[in-house]
Antibody, heavy 122, light 106 residues
């Protein structure tokens, strides 16, 4: 069974870049069955998909965040990472990494990390 | 983006009740609709994908139905562990989630 774990700073200053890493265990990030995704949830609010990456490096992003987001993968470490630039208080959220499974044209997140709270504040 | 609207936003029910949560898409999404359960302080858990396929390990009291724009999640007999927030998510285009339905104990 896949396990995912987010890591990274819990506090980021406004205008700086948020950086998080997700470590995958219990399976290979190079699996052809999965993309690997980031989802966030502001305190007390709903879920927002940020973007996803395939082990080959192919990415796709939420258009609303695309200009500020970079997702990368390190297959040797079984990790993928998120960078979100020019953050503001509106980017304060719990950030989740998840396995993003594609079955035909259906896409869903079947394994999730526990989430990490990132606060944007000076 | 396709907007997903859940109703109700909150719901009070008792153990043993049959509960239905609705998710409506702003345009047709075929059957590309998934359901998640989230408990406080925890990550969401996938319950149902492609409108009606039960994820492995999820109790059979959960079921999903619908197509095009209207979808439902039904819990046939509420158990104490089912009190949580439920989200729908579409994958027809840019992935989006509904705003959530909070299911509370009456």
């Amino acid at each position: 069974q896949l396990q995912l774990q987010e890591s990274g700073p819990g506090l980021v200053k406004p205008s700086e870049t948020l950086s998080l890493t997700c470590t995958v265990s219990g399976g290979s990030i190079s699996s052809s069955n999965y993309y690997w995704g980031w989802i966030r949830q502001p305190p007390g609010k709903g879920l927002e998909w940020i973007g996803s990456i395939y082990y080959s490096g192919s990415t796709y992003y939420n258009p609303s965040l695309k200009s500020r987001v970079t997702i990368s993968v390190d297959t040797s470490r079984n990790q993928f990472s998120l960078k979100l630039s020019s953050v503001t208080a509106a980017d304060t959220a719990v950030y989740y990494c998840a396995s993003h499974r594609i079955v035909g044209a259906s896409q869903f997140f079947d394994y999730w990390g526990q989430g990490t709270l990132v606060t944007v504040s000076s | 983006d396709i907007q997903m609207t859940q109703s109700p936003s909150s719901l009070s029910a008792s153990v043993g009740d049959r509960v239905t949560i609705t998710c409506r898409a702003s345009q047709s999404i075929s059957s590309y609709l998934n359901w998640y359960q989230q408990k406080p302080g925890k990550a969401p858990k996938l319950l149902i994908y492609t409108a009606s396929t039960l994820q492995s390990g999820v109790p059979s009291r959960f079921s999903g139905s619908g197509s095009e724009t209207d979808f439902t999640l039904t819990i046939s007999s509420l158990q104490p562990e089912d009190f949580a927030t439920y989200y729908c998510q579409q994958s027809y285009s840019t992935l989006t989630f509904g705003q959530g339905t909070r299911l509370e104990i009456k």
